[in-house]
């Protein structure tokens, strides 16, 4: 940046007892957005104002970093969420803005490279979905998250690659994801209370697959059983792949319930302004 002298004075200044001049400081500061980030995170480190300081540059790196996310939301679904993974990056981004995509994406690449061993063209699309399954559950080990089941980092790609186990939702999201870089079709289908994919083959669905359960194989009777345990009503949608924009949605109100059951209000109050941002964009492209 050009105006580097400018930024550091106005950092310097954070820390001022006059609160009308940290506003404009601190609305200054942000209208830079996150390239002023490093600098921000060289003054915490290096300059011995005090807890002040440091409490009011965090809430500054905190504001820029919550609208980068904000932005690039409204911007993803404003354009067709066509990318499922940008999406769900930018809500990885929103818990952890440190995160280093180019390993998360590299770790993915990985379990890829793994299945792309034992990759054949010929093989049938249930031959694909075995191989995919060894690999996924059988040699990396993922697994459904029984356990903490509620957990949020059950609900953020990053702890789910690292940790290797997540919910069913961010499960399937990994599975769209390697099924995509190997070119085999499979879709999120919004099942009700337990997400789940489906191998769509030209313009229908030719089965179903849990990611929770280690990617076991399921058909329409099993999903109308599964209906009818719950008493819910048999609607198409249940059965049909699902946009993009409605798996972010859902991401989200996992995130809401998990930070309901947590009683963690600020981290509620920011998913529920990120999942009114979709809600708001959507129904204003339909």
Same mark, same amino acid.
């Given at each position: 940046?050009? @105006? #580097? %002298?400018?930024?550091?004075?106005?950092?310097?200044?954070?820390?001022?007892?006059?609160?009308?001049?940290?506003?404009?400081?601190?609305?200054?500061?942000?209208?830079?957005?996150?390239?002023?980030?490093?600098?921000?995170?060289?003054?915490?480190?290096?300059?011995?104002?005090?807890?002040?300081?440091? $409490?009011?540059?965090?809430?500054?790196?905190?504001?820029?970093?919550?609208?980068?996310?904000?932005?690039?939301?409204?911007?993803?679904?404003?354009?067709?969420?066509?990318?499922?993974? $940008?999406?769900?990056?930018?809500?990885?981004?929103?818990?952890?803005?440190?995160?280093?995509?180019?390993?998360?994406?590299?770790?993915?690449?990985?379990?890829?490279?793994?299945?792309?061993?034992?990759?054949?063209?010929?093989?049938?699309?249930? #031959?694909?979905?075995? $191989?995919?399954?060894?690999?996924?559950?059988?040699?990396?080990?993922?697994?459904?998250?029984? $356990?903490?089941?509620?957990?949020?980092?059950?609900?953020?790609? %990053?702890?789910?690659?690292?940790?290797?186990?997540?919910?069913?939702?961010?499960?399937?999201?990994?599975?769209?994801?390697?099924?995509?870089?190997?070119?085999?079709?499979?879709?999120?289908?919004?099942?009700?209370?337990?997400?789940?994919?489906?191998?769509?083959?030209?313009?229908?669905?030719?089965?179903?697959?849990?990611?929770?359960?280690?990617?076991?194989?399921?058909?329409?009777?099993?999903?109308?059983?599964?209906?009818?345990?719950?008493?819910?009503?048999?609607?198409?949608?249940?059965?049909?792949?699902?946009? @993009?924009?409605?798996?972010?949605?859902?991401?989200?109100?996992?995130?809401?319930?998990?930070?309901?059951?947590?009683?963690?209000?600020?981290?509620?109050?920011?998913?529920?302004?990120?999942?009114?941002?979709?809600?708001?964009?959507?129904?204003?492209?339909?």
């Amino acid at each position: 940046m050009d @105006n #580097q %002298s400018e930024i550091k004075a106005l950092i310097n200044l954070v820390d001022d007892e006059d609160e009308s001049i940290y506003f404009h400081i601190k609305d200054k500061l942000i209208s830079y957005g996150t390239e002023i980030v490093p600098f921000l995170e060289e003054a915490w480190l290096k300059n011995d104002f005090g807890d002040a300081f440091q $409490t009011r540059v965090e809430d500054i790196i905190h504001e820029i970093q919550f609208s980068d996310v904000t932005e690039g939301l409204r911007n993803w679904v404003a354009n067709g969420g066509k990318n499922l993974f $940008t999406g769900i990056l930018l809500l990885n981004k929103h818990h952890y803005p440190d995160v280093n995509i180019k390993n998360l994406k590299a770790r993915i690449e990985d379990i890829v490279s793994f299945i792309k061993n034992n990759w054949n063209e010929n093989l049938s699309n249930r #031959q694909k979905i075995i $191989t995919i399954n060894r690999a996924l559950y059988a040699h990396f080990k993922f697994q459904g998250d029984n $356990t903490n089941y509620y957990s949020p980092l059950n609900s953020i790609l %990053s702890t789910v690659v690292e940790r290797r186990k997540g919910n069913p939702l961010m499960l399937s999201i990994l599975y769209i994801e390697i099924a995509r870089q190997l070119a085999l079709n499979i879709v999120g289908v919004n099942l009700p209370r337990h997400f789940v994919v489906g191998l769509k083959d030209k313009n229908h669905i030719e089965f179903y697959l849990s990611p929770f359960n280690n990617g076991s194989v399921m058909n329409i009777n099993d999903l109308e059983d599964y209906l009818k345990r719950l008493n819910l009503p048999f609607e198409e949608k249940y059965f049909e792949e699902c946009s @993009n924009v409605d798996i972010v949605k859902r991401v989200l109100l996992n995130l809401i319930n998990s930070y309901l059951k947590n009683k963690e209000k600020e981290k509620l109050e920011e998913v529920n302004l990120l999942y009114n941002i979709v809600l708001e964009e959507s129904s204003r492209i339909k």
